[in-house]
């Protein structure tokens, strides 16, 4: 069996399990030249991790990505709106990962991250959410690198949330309930 885990941020991941060995991709970016724009997302590149996944043989049973959950617009104190506008643009990146998916045939449910997170986060002490997902796949996967590159020095949370929607994928596979 084969699933993946995608955490569709720009500092997010793709993890895929398979003979019980997680293979983790870091979110494909092109970077921008400082003061020449964004970051963008490299789509050939994610399109062809995809299509190799699928040349390995083995079919990709299900793919769990993260759902976007809008917030309600606040303005900061200088008139700059965050959340609406920002929310929007991530349940678009969110869509487009299902329609890639989609056009390549490959089974795919979004998920909210309360819900996956209610789950893979059980009995995991503290209140930040994204200490708690190194935490949680540190525990479930000892030995498993989660920083971002050699070069990093910490954990990165969205490797751990990647590699948690991953197993959460399987165990939904596996008959698993999703309310624990």
Not at 28 to 50: K, Q, S
Not at 65 to 83: C, F, H, N, W, Y
Not at 86 to 112: H, K, M, T, Y
Request: aromatic share 4%.
């Amino acid at each position: 069996m084969k699933v993946v885990g995608i955490d569709p941020g720009k500092k997010g991941a793709i993890v895929a399990l398979y003979d019980s060995k997680p293979h983790i991709t870091p979110m494909p970016i092109i970077r921008a030249r400082p003061g020449e724009g964004r970051d963008e997302y490299d789509i050939a590149a994610i399109v062809a991790l995809f299509r190799d996944q699928l040349e390995m043989g083995d079919p990709i049973d299900l793919v769990m990505v993260e759902k976007a959950q809008p917030l309600p617009p606040i303005r900061t104190s200088d008139g700059v709106e965050l959340g609406g506008s920002l929310a929007n643009f991530n349940r678009g990146v969110q869509s487009g990962f299902v329609w890639l998916l989609a056009a390549l045939e490959i089974p795919c449910q979004p998920v909210p991250a309360r819900t996956w997170q209610k789950i893979m986060l059980a009995g995991t002490p503290g209140a930040d959410t994204k200490q708690r997902s190194i935490l949680a796949a540190g525990r479930l996967f000892p030995g498993v690198d989660l920083k971002r590159s050699a070069r990093s020095r910490k954990s990165d949370d969205g490797i751990a949330d990647a590699l948690l929607l991953a197993e959460y994928a399987r165990r939904i596979k596996n008959g698993g309930s999703r309310n624990g």
